[in-house]
C-alpha cells in the first residue's frame, strides 16, 4: 500500500471519530472528500481519461429521463416498475429505454432490483423535484451550447479574458448581438425554467440573514423611530424582500423590488407591502437615500467596468454614512485548495530496519500526514464551476476579499465587512458604504 493511500484511510479514520464525536455539515463535507479522495487515489489513468471524456453523457442520460418523466414515475409508484410498465407510460421504444436505464442504473440515478425492474434512487428522488430537474434543463439546454463555444471562441479571441458582456461566447454560440439575459429573456420557456431553478435554489439554502445580523447592522443603527427602505435590485421575483419581510414583520418602511419589464411580467401579485418598481440597474437609482441597496448574485454575472457603471448610479442615490449596499455573492479564497489533497507519494523517511518499529513509524507518518490534510481547507469547487460559467456566459467573474475591495476602492465606495462564508463554499455577504 503506498503512503498517500494509507494516509487517505487514517485521515478518513480521523474524520469518522470527528463524526461520531459532534455531528456537522462542514465534517460530513470533509469525510466525503475523503472519500472521493481515495477513490481518485486508485483510479488507474485509463480510467480517468475514460471517466473524464464521457462524462457529458450522463447528463445527456438525465436529461432524457426528464424528459420522459422517469424519475417522477418511478419515484411515484409504490412497487418496482418493470420495463414494459415504463414501455406503456412512456411509450418509449423498449430498446431505447433498456439502453438508457442501464447507463442510469451505473450512475446510480435508478436502482435496478430485478432484470428489467426499478425503483427510484436517491438520485432519481432528487430529479424528480421541479426545481432540481429545471437546474439541469437550463443548464444543459441553455447553458450548453454557450459552453460548448468557449474554447473556440477563446482561440478566436488569442485567449485574452472576456470582459465585454455583448463580446462573449454567448453571442458566438447563439449568433446574436444581444446580453445573455436578452437572449433568455426572449425564450420564454427557457426563461421559465431558470426561474423555476432560481425560486427553487433560494428556498433550498440557507438565508443570508442567518449569518449577516441585519437587525444590528441595519435596524437597530437606524434612528429611532425611522422608517427603513430596503432595495431589492435586480430582484428577480422578489424572494429577498419577501424574507426580510417575513423575518422583521414588525419592520416600518418600504420593501422595494426592482428588476427588468420583462422579469415582472411573469410574477405572481407580491404582498401589498412590497413595491414592484421596473427598472434597470444601469440607469439612475430612483430610490434615493434608501438604508439599503441590495444585490444578490447580480455582481458576479458583471466585469468590473461593468459593475462601476451601476454601483455609480447607486452611489449617486446613497446618503454618506447612512446608506449600504448589501452584496450577497461568492467569496472566494486567494488560494484555491485542490479537491485532491494527497499526501506525496515519497515514502517518509523510517529511522529503523526493525519490521515492528518500521510499521509502526510508517503508521505514525500515515497518521501525520492524514491530520495534516484533515484540517487543509475544503476547495470551492462550484464558485470555481460558476466562475467559469460568467466567463462563458457573461464575462463575470466570482471575486476574492482583495478583488471586492479593490472594486469598491474605484467606485469611491468602502467595505466595512464581509458576513458568511468567504471560502467560496456558499455565498457570503459584503456591506458597503458611502463616506462622503
Known sequence: MSPSIAALLSQIDLIGQDLAVSDSPEKQ?????????LSAALEPDSDIVERISFQYLDNVAIRIAIQLNLFEILVKSEKPKSL???FEITKADPILLRRLLNHLTTMDAVAQVGKDLFRP???SKIFAIPHQA???KFCFDFNGPVWQETPSFLTKTNYVNPTDPLKCATQAAYKTDDHFFRVMIKRPPVFDTFNLWMTGYHDSRASWLDSYPFRERIIDSADTGEPITFVDVGSGRGHEAMAVKNRFPGLMGRLVIQDLPQVFKTLDGPSSDIEVMPHDF???QPVKGAKVYFFRHIFHAFSNDSCLKFLARTRDAMTPTYSRILISDWI???QISSNSQTPSETPPQLNTSNERDLIAEAAAAAAAAAQATRDAPLPPTFATAM???MLSVTGGQERTEVQWQELMQRAGLRIVGFWGPRDGRGTGIVEVVRDS
Request: no cysteine.
Open 332 to 334: 472566494v479564497p486567494s
Open 29 to 37: 463535507a470533509k469525510l466525503r472528500a475523503a472519500a472521493l479522495n
Open 84 to 86: 414494459v410498465d415504463i
Open 121 to 123: 434512487s436517491r438520485k
Open 134 to 136: 429545471a437546474a439541469l
Open 387 to 389: 466562475d467559469m460559467n
Open 282 to 284: 444601469f440607469s439612475p
